[in-house]
C-alpha cells in the first residue's frame, strides 16, 4: 500500500515519466475490445533506446459490459538484451497509483537500478499501467480543490460535515475530468485487464511481480485466474479480504507504530540518527503535540512548482509524512532513509516543518489522486458519522499513542466518505479451494514494515494454501530494492523457479 504521497522514489520516477513527454493515448467509447486484443507497440519517444517500447491494448470500461466502452491500456516494454530470454514479466510497483511504466523510464533512460542484472538478462519487463494511472487513462482531479486544507480527524459534528463535502467536491471534479473509468477503478477490473495483457503478449502463463498494492492485484489475479499464475512473487504483502477497520487497526499498530518504535530503537543506537543520544521518542511526541496545538512553521517551501508544499504543518500532516519517510530502509541505496527522516523530526522539533510538509498539487494528474480512485473503489468507508470516525481514532490512538492512529487506511476509510463512487470490490475474499489450483506464490515481507506489517502477509498466505513466505530481518517497504540476500532469492524463484523453504529469514 502506498500514501497519500508516496515514497520519494515513486514521485521521483512518475514526475520523470512527464518530462519525458510519453504520448497520451485516448478514449475510445465506442466499439468492444477483440478476444484476443493486439498490442499496439510504437517509441515512447524521440532517441528511444532500442530495446523500449511502449503499447496499448483496448479494454472494456466496465468487464460486465463487455461490448459497450473502451479505453486504451498503456504500458511500456524494457526488452532483454539476451536473445534466449524467458518471456516477459509484468510488474506493478504499488500504490494503488503507481504506474509500472515510470520505472521502465527510469531503467531506461535516467540509469536508476529498478531490477538486477540477473532478472534483466532472462525476461522482457512490461510496466504495466493500471486503469486510471499513467498511460492508463490517468485520473485527473481539479488540483485546487485537493489542496484546500481539511482535518481528516474532525473534532466535532461541524468539521466531520466539512470533511465529507470536501470529499464529495474532490471526487466529483475527479469524475468530471476522468470521464467513464471513474467509476470502474477497481482492483478486479485491473486484474481482469492484466489478463487481457497476459493473452496479448502470447504468454500461456502470467509471470508477475507486485510490490505493496501490487500484492492485492497479484493475489486478486490469482483468485480469479489461478490457472493463469505462472511464476508470481507478492512484495510487501497486504491481504485483501480483510475489513477496512480491521485493515486500519492492523496498520497502524502492526506497521507503523511498531516501526516508529523500531526507528526510535535505532536512533538511540545508531550514530548515523541526528538525534543520536537523546529521548527520541519524547521528542517526537512533544513535536507532535506542539502542531496539535497550532501548526509548525515551513518556512522553506513555496506554493509553486514540482517541490511546492504548505507553508506550515498540522500534526496530522507531519503524522502521514513520517510514515512515508518510514518507507525508506536504515540504509537504503535508493530511498533517503532513517538517517535523512531523522533530520527532518528533529529540525521540525526545533521549529521548522518544511521537510515535512504536505506537498501542494499544480497539476490535474498524480499517482495521489489515483490512490484514491482505487481505494474508495476496493474498501468500503465504514464511517457514516463523526461518532464511528472518532471511534475508530480512540482506539487506534490508544493502541498506537505515539502514531495517534495514523495509517494510510484510515486516509482511505476518513477521505472515502462522501466520495461519489460507491465501492465495487471490498472486501475481496479469496477462494483458498479456488486458489489452490495455482502454483506456489512467494509472498515476501520485511519484519518492520510500516505500511504492510507480517501480520497481513501471515494472513494472506493462509489463503494461498500453496504460497511461500519469505522474511527480511530489516526495515523498509518490501524488499527487492535492497538489492540483497531477499533480491536473490526473488531473483532465483523467477529465474529458475526455486523457491526458499517456507519461513526463511534473510538478514539482507
Known sequence: MSSFQLTSIIL???????????????????????????????TCKENDPPNLQCGQIKVPINHEAPH???????????????????????????????????????????????????????????GLDPRGTGLSNAMKCDPNTWN??????????????????????????????????????????????MDLVRRALGEEKLTFYGQSYGSQLGSTYAGLFPKNVGRMVLDGVMDPSQSSVA???????????????????????????????????????????????????????????????????TSEEILAQVQIGLLGFSASPVFLGWPALSGAIAQAAQGNATL?????????????????????????????SYIDLALIRQMTGILSPHSRGNSQFYQIQSSCIGWPSPPTNNPHTLDPKKVAHSPPILLVNSFWDPST??????????????????????????????FGKTTEAIDAFFVKGILPAQGTTFAS
Open 12 to 42: 521521483f520516477l512518475f514526475f520523470a515519466t512527464q518530462v519525458l513527454a510519453v504520448p497520451h493515448y485516448s478514449m475510445n467509447t465506442h466499439n468492444s475490445p477483440e478476444t484476443n486484443p493486439n498490442i499496439e507497440w510504437r
Open 68 to 126: 459497450g466502452g473502451h479505453f486504451n491500456l498503456g504500458f511500456a516494454r524494457l526488452k532483454s538484451k539476451n536473445t534466449s530470454a524467458i518471456g516477459n514479466l509484468i510488474y506493478n510497483p504499488g500504490g494503488p497509483g503507481g504506474a509500472g511504466s515510470a520505472e521502465v523510464f527510469a531503467q531506461a533512460f535516467l540509469n536508476v537500478s529498478i531490477w538486477t542484472p540477473e532478472l534483466l538478462a532472462h525476461y522482457d519487463i512490461i
Open 148 to 193: 484546500k486544507r481539511v482535518s481528516s480527524t474532525p473534532k466535532n459534528e461541524d468539521e466531520f460535515n466539512k470533511l465529507v463535502a470536501y470529499n464529495k467536491a474532490f471526487g466529483e471534479s475527479c469524475r468530471n475530468l476522468t470521464g467513464p473509468v471513474f467509476d470502474f477503478m477497481d482492483t478486479e477490473s485491473a486484474a481482469k485487464d
Open 247 to 313: 485493515q486500519v487497526v492492523m496498520e497502524s499498530n502492526n506497521g507503523y507504530e511498531t516501526t516508529l518504535n523500531k526507528f526510535f530503537q535505532w536512533c538511540n543506537t545508531t550514530v548515523e540518527c541526528v538525534l543520536n543520544g537523546q529521548d527520541v521518542a519524547g521528542i517526537f511526541d512533544k513535536m507532535i503535540a506542539t502542531a496539535e496545538s497550532n501548526p509548525i512553521p515551513a518556512p522553506g517551501c513555496t506554493p509553486e512548482g514540482d517541490e511546492a508544499c504548505r507553508s506550515d504543518a
Open 356 to 384: 515535512l510538509s504536505r506537498p501542494i498539487k499544480n497539476t490535474p494528474s498524480h499517482p495521489d489522486f489515483s490512490f484514491l480512485g482505487v481505494g474508495c473503489k476496493d474498501w468500503i468507508a465504514t464511517s457514516k
Open 453 to 482: 506489517p507480517i501480520s497481513s502477509a501471515n494472513a494472506l498466505k493462509t489463503k494461498i494454501p500453496n504460497s511461500v513466505l519469505i522474511l527480511r530481518n530489516g526495515s523498509g517497504h518490501t524488499s527487492y530494492l535492497t
